[in-house]
């Protein structure tokens, strides 16, 4: 009897663990220039129907560093998560 709960048990938890729902991904994004002033902006994006480690992948901190053609830079930060 044992055998069977713990198998039971143990079904349960891998089916709720792959389970694909709505994730919400939240960003900041902050933006330095390279006279050293900037700015700050958040924003939330909802991914539909996915596993929590696919939403990972997806939701993750991306830095970009742009040049423009007068030779000023600016660094944009997005620092993401799962919510």
């Known amino acids: 009897m044992k055998k069977i ?3 039971s048990f143990a079904v349960v938890a891998l089916s709720l663990a792959s389970c694909k729902k709505d ?3 939240e960003c900041t994004s ?3 220039n390279s006279s050293g002033s900037g700015s700050a ?3 939330e994006v909802t991914i539909k129907k996915i596993k929590k480690s696919e939403a990972k992948t997806l939701c993750q901190k991306i830095v970009t560093v742009n040049t423009g053609s007068t030779g000023n830079t600016s ?3 997005d620092d993401c998560k799962i919510k």
């Open 5 to 7: 709960a713990l198998f």
């Open 75 to 77: 660094t944009t930060t």
């Open 30 to 32: 902050t933006t330095v």
């Open 23 to 25: 994730r919400t991904c």
């Open 41 to 43: 902006s958040s924003s």
